[in-house]
């Protein structure tokens, strides 16, 4: 199948490396959204492609020989290329922030420069990956992904028995700071608020999490969330 259109972003704020870079990947997969959250956030042009799914692109030759995983999102810099949403989420922020540098050395703070703060971002970051995804994916499937007919009550349940916990654990970290790494946006809330995004998108009732709540209204009132933040799923 021929790759879609490309659509494309301008860079949201003046200055700065004016290069396109190249994005494959489908809007409605939460680790494209992740890439482009973060580079509207960041003011980065890109030029994004549709790919997987219904799209395909995926599995030819050309593609798998970019990224052998036949996944999406798939970023190119010029010759360089890197797959794994979280890992261009950082990349992207790094090579902002080395950008933008100033003499004494501070960069912004979607990449903290100190690293113990770094690694805190860091880590919630990977906790997203390898916990709150894998704990609310299944709801998204089920009522997403599988015929109305096909959908197993179950499921969801688990699911949300899985999830709630931890979003209840996100609104008790929020409930002792503003966002994710401390007093201001880094990295670490990129991943989340596309996180937030699917489940609050869902279907289904949910507790009330004011902290929580507070967080994500903030990123919903920043222009930058924009044809991300306020799509539907499917």
Same mark, same amino acid.
């Given at each position: 199948?021929?790759?879609?259109?490309?659509?494309?972003?301008?860079?949201?704020?003046?200055?700065?490396?004016?290069?396109?870079?190249?994005?494959?990947?489908?809007?409605?997969?939460?680790?494209?959204?992740?890439?482009?959250?973060?580079?509207?956030?960041?003011?980065?042009?890109?030029?994004?492609?549709?790919?997987?799914?219904?799209?395909?692109?995926?599995?030819?030759?050309?593609?798998?020989?970019?990224?052998?995983?036949?996944?999406?999102?798939?970023?190119?810099?010029?010759?360089?290329?890197?797959?794994?949403?979280?890992?261009?989420?950082?990349?992207?922020?790094?090579?902002?922030?080395?950008?933008?540098?100033?003499?004494?050395?501070?960069?912004?703070?979607?990449?903290?420069?100190?690293?113990?703060?770094?690694?805190?971002?860091?880590?919630?970051?990977?906790?997203?990956?390898?916990?709150?995804?894998?704990?609310?994916?299944?709801?998204?499937?089920?009522?997403?992904?599988?015929?109305?007919?096909?959908?197993?009550?179950?499921?969801?349940?688990?699911?949300?028995?899985? +999830?709630? !916990?931890?979003?209840?654990?996100?609104?008790? %970290?929020?409930?002792? *700071? /503003?966002?994710?790494? @401390?007093?201001?946006?880094?990295?670490?809330?990129?991943?989340?608020?596309?996180?937030?995004?699917?489940?609050?998108?869902?279907?289904?009732?949910?507790? +009330?999490? !004011?902290?929580?709540?507070?967080?994500?209204? %903030?990123?919903?009132? *920043? /222009?930058?969330?924009? @044809?991300?933040?306020?799509?539907?799923?499917?």
């Amino acid at each position: 199948m021929a790759p879609a259109p490309a659509t494309s972003c301008a860079s949201l704020s003046p200055g700065g490396d004016r290069t396109p870079l190249k994005l494959w990947g489908r809007i409605s997969s939460i680790n494209v959204r992740k890439v482009v959250l973060c580079a509207q956030v960041l003011g980065v042009p890109f030029e994004r492609i549709d790919a997987g799914l219904s799209h395909g692109v995926v599995d030819t030759p050309d593609y798998r020989a970019k990224n052998p995983n036949g996944l999406v999102p798939l970023l190119e810099d010029g010759d360089f290329t890197l797959w794994e949403s979280n890992a261009i989420v950082r990349y992207l922020c790094a090579r902002q922030a080395e950008a933008a540098a100033s003499p004494d050395g501070t960069a912004p703070n979607w990449y903290p420069a100190d690293l113990q703060h770094r690694a805190d971002a860091e880590r919630w970051m990977d906790w997203q990956q390898t916990t709150l995804n894998p704990a609310g994916s299944p709801a998204f499937k089920q009522w997403f992904r599988t015929p109305a007919a096909q959908r197993d009550p179950a499921v969801i349940a688990a699911s949300v028995a899985a +999830a709630e !916990p931890l979003f209840a654990q996100l609104n008790d %970290h929020l409930a002792h *700071q /503003p966002f994710m790494a @401390g007093a201001a946006l880094t990295m670490a809330d990129i991943p989340i608020a596309c996180e937030v995004h699917r489940w609050w998108g869902l279907p289904q009732p949910r507790p +009330a999490w !004011p902290h929580l709540e507070r967080w994500y209204a %903030h990123w919903l009132s *920043q /222009p930058a969330s924009r @044809g991300v933040l306020d799509l539907p799923l499917s």
